[in-house]
Nanobody, 123 residues
Framework: VQLQASGGGLVQAGGSLRLSCAAS????????MAWFRQAPGKEREFVAT????????SYRDSVKGRFIISRDNAKNTVALQMDTLKPEDTAVYYC?????????????????WGQGTLVTVSS
């Protein structure tokens, strides 16, 4: 499975961005997917995850109510809609795919990673 993330950029606080992750590989639509992020000098952290069918999602507390993860299995894509962005959301965002239908919040549960896309939120 190969993952290609896109959609990052510079936005003012309170603004919105939509990240997209394109997955290749026939089995990718059967995998749980997630977004993680890594700010400078910090460890990579979980942001959101979605199961293979799209009917189960989970978010880190700080993005609940602001971010929405979704997927389109027909197009092999996963999106992260980010609203009401804050400066503390600034990070490189990575999409990840687990080798199973559902995965959790730790990096070791995900076997495949995209290259990352930078999100910068100015105050």
């Amino acid at each position: 499975v190969q993952l290609q993330a896109s959609g990052g950029g510079l936005v003012q606080a309170g603004g919105s961005l939509r990240l997209s992750c394109a997955a290749s590989g026939r089995a990718s639509s059967r995998y749980g997917m997630a977004w993680f992020r890594q700010a400078p000098g910090k460890e990579r952290e979980f942001v959101a995850t979605i199961n293979w069918s799209g009917d189960s999602t989970s978010y880190r507390d700080s993005v609940k109510g602001r971010f929405i993860i979704s997927r389109d299995n027909a197009k092999n894509t996963v999106a992260l809609q980010m609203d009401t962005l804050k400066p503390e959301d600034t990070a490189v965002y990575y999409c990840a795919a687990a080798g199973r239908p559902l995965a959790g919040v730790t990096t070791h549960e995900y076997a495949y990673w995209g290259q990352g896309t930078l999100v910068t939120v100015s105050s």
